[in-house]
């Protein structure tokens, strides 16, 4: 797979310059200049090969925004460079725009007071998109994002899900080969993600376009992305896929367990800590146990034994900590692997 995207050393400071305090603060700002500055992306590196679909991920203030902006040819890189197929964003700016696509889930780039379709019709233009090619284009996605029952209606009139279907399919009306997808579904109901989600699926199935996906929302990520890219304070903690990541930083299992209760009290008995030493009981209600325990330092057999032993047991069973667990732990811990 050739690169599409190649980021390589990528820096990005923000100067903002820091007022003087106290009297004359002003006249002495505008003489003496101090900054302060902001490293929003700090040597990030990494390549995305043509048609694939990564998401580019990171708590608040990360710098994927940064990132993103840099690959769009919005922002100027520090230091480092960017090519996204060969071009300088930054430099060929208009030759970089021609073959992408953005969308941002938090404001739209269509024409307010237009109907969707005008809107469409205006996108095509400016891109210069083939009569054949805008038809073909357009019927597919009134198809896949179901689009037919609003395309005449005002864009300020759509709700917000049939707004970002507008979008989207606006977006790669031009057929780009690479798009950017800033938060796609913030705010979206189940109904409307999941369109959202089949039809980037479905894009990427295709193969013929490149996919950066930045998002918060971590079913977007296991529904949708093989490879992710995770940062946090302008650099990359983690490149890889999905599975690679659990392994690597969720290190703990729960023992589930249901508890009979007593026929005579109806209430289930409490598991005792003595019984499942070096594990951590988490919670403990109406007979559901949740046991937490490091995988590699405790046998899980030794584990169930003893509470098969000591306990009259309905039901058990081993959860693995879902993504949004691990990524929980990684922001909030800052973990390295
Ligand atoms: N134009 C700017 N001027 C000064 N600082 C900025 C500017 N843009 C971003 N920053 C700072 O750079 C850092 C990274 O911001 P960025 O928007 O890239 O993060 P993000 O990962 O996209 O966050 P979020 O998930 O909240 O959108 C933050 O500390 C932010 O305040």
């Avoid at 019927?139 to 005002?154: C, H, K, N, Q, T």
């Avoid at 057929?175 to 189940?190: A, K, M, Q």
């Amino acid at each position: 797979m050739s690169a599409m995207i190649s980021v390589d050393g990528l820096v990005k400071e923000f100067r903002k310059v820091r007022p003087h305090e106290g009297r004359l603060g002003a006249v002495r700002t505008l003489f003496t200049r101090h900054h302060d500055v902001t490293r929003a992306v700090d040597g990030v590196s990494f390549s995305v090969g043509e048609g694939e679909l990564v998401g580019y991920l990171g708590p608040n203030g990360a710098g994927k925004s940064t990132t993103i902006k840099m690959m769009t040819g919005i922002v100027m890189p520090t230091r480092g460079s960017v090519r996204i197929s060969g071009l300088d964003p930054w430099r060929d700016r208009s030759r970089n725009a021609a073959r992408m696509g953005v969308v941002f889930g938090q404001r739209t780039q269509l024409w307010w007071d237009l109907p969707l379709r005008e809107s469409f019709r205006l996108v095509g233009a400016i891109y210069g998109v083939s009569p054949a090619d805008y038809r073909e284009s357009l019927a597919r996605f009134v198809d896949l994002l179901d689009l037919g029952e609003f395309l005449d209606r005002p864009v300020r009139q759509l709700s917000l899900g049939q707004r970002m279907r507008g979008d989207l399919a606006a977006a790669m009306l031009h057929r780009p080969r690479v798009v950017y997808l800033d938060e796609p579904t913030i705010g979206l109901d189940v109904v409307a993600k999941d369109r959202m989600r089949a039809f980037v699926e479905e894009t990427a199935r295709a193969g013929a376009t490149t996919i950066v996906l930045t998002t918060h929302d971590l079913a977007d990520v296991e529904r949708l992305c093989p490879r992710v890219i995770l940062i946090d304070h302008g650099r990359v903690l983690y490149d890889g896929d999905v599975r690679g990541l659990k392994a690597a930083y969720a290190t703990h299992r729960e023992l589930v367990v249901h508890l009979a209760p007593d026929e005579r009290t109806g209430r289930a008995p409490a598991i005792s800590p003595g019984d499942v030493l070096g594990a951590e009981i988490v919670s403990q209600e109406q007979g559901l146990v949740r046991i937490r325990f490091e995988a590699s330092r405790i046998a899980v057999q030794h584990l169930i034994d003893s509470v098969n032993r000591n306990y009259p047991v309905r039901d058990l069973s081993i959860v693995e900590p879902d993504l949004e667990g691990v990524v929980r732990r990684i922001y909030s811990e800052g973990l390295t692997p």
